[in-house]
């Protein structure tokens, strides 16, 4: 255990540079004093640890080292294989699909008995994830037209950072010069998206930094909804609508409480495919919306 302990803190001070014995300690759930014992250890090994005093100190790995990058457990191997062919079945992305047959021919790993499959994400126009996917690497602006959620169209040009999975659908990061600020786009809402021969303007901090920054700015509006729903659609209501039951009814009927976002379309969508199996108990806002979209398609057919 200790040896194990001692190889993730050589990789963690690698990674991340110098850190102070308290933040190790936090981070490996162990006392201090064991971290300084591990530290004492490795500077035994021959592994040049620095310990740096003051405010800003902590330890650290001397820049002239460097660890063997080589993985050294087939358990290690397995993670990352089944990691690739998730990422693979998502995108046919041709550096993913090398990189896994490289890592399938140099090791046979256990198996994780676990399958990712994400094909069905390339369902639509994935030349546009491509596309995207290139700029990001190249680091070169793009323009897209783009219909936001209140149905507004306009051309965008923008740095994209990262394209991302998330909320049942593909997304673009992208930092936007004329909001100087970042923002998220949904792909299927991009058109006549062009890759143009524009670099970037600035320097950017990595993807999962901006990623995590921007994840705590969510500017939509939530809504908590509470639904009547039988027993028969108890199941497809959970599964669909991210509820949970708060109450259960005499008669065998349930009480779910969902959060949703107001402008978006598909929990609505999915609401009004259970059809009678399930009311809008509040708020009203939400039971008249319901109320008027089922009026106006009885209007469509011609049923009032």
Request: hydrophobic share 35%; net charge negative; with cysteine.
């Amino acid at each position: 255990m200790k040896l194990e302990r001692l190889y993730a803190i050589t990789v963690y001070l690698l990674n991340h540079g110098r850190t102070s014995a308290s933040n190790l300690a936090k981070h490996f759930e162990v006392s201090t004093r064991t971290i300084q014992r591990d530290i004492d250890s490795l500077c035994v090994s021959g592994i040049p640890v620095i310990a740096v005093n003051g405010i800003n100190g902590g330890y650290e790995i001397s820049d002239r080292f460097r660890i063997d990058r080589e993985l050294s457990t087939s358990d290690e191997y397995s993670l990352i294989l089944t990691a690739l062919r998730g990422l693979v079945s998502a995108t046919e992305n041709e550096k993913a699909k090398n990189t896994l047959e490289k890592l399938s021919h140099a090791a046979n790993p256990d198996d994780t008995g676990i399958i990712l499959d994400f094909s069905v994400l390339r369902e639509g126009d994935y030349t546009i994830l491509q596309q995207l996917q290139a700029a990001v690497t190249q680091k070169q602006t793009v323009r897209f037209t783009y219909t936001n959620n209140n149905n507004e169209t306009r051309v965008h040009h923008v740095e994209p950072i990262a394209v991302l999975y998330r909320w049942y659908a593909w997304y673009l990061l992208a930092y936007s010069r004329v909001r100087d600020d970042y923002r998220t786009y949904k792909l299927i809402r991009m058109s006549n998206l062009e890759v143009t021969d524009e670099t970037f303007l600035r320097e950017h901090e990595p993807a999962d930094v901006i990623f995590q920054k921007t994840n705590k700015k969510d500017s939509r509006e939530y809504t908590d909804v509470l639904l009547r729903c039988k027993q028969a659609a108890k199941t497809r209501a959970i599964e669909y609508l991210k509820g949970t039951v708060t109450e259960e009814l005499p008669g065998g009927d349930v009480l779910i409480k969902t959060c949703v976002v107001e402008n978006e379309q598909f929990w609505f969508g999915a609401l009004l495919s259970l059809g009678d199996d399930i009311e809008v108990v509040e708020p009203d806002t939400i039971r008249q919306r319901a109320i008027q979209t089922a009026k106006k398609i009885l209007e469509l057919y011609g049923e009032l």
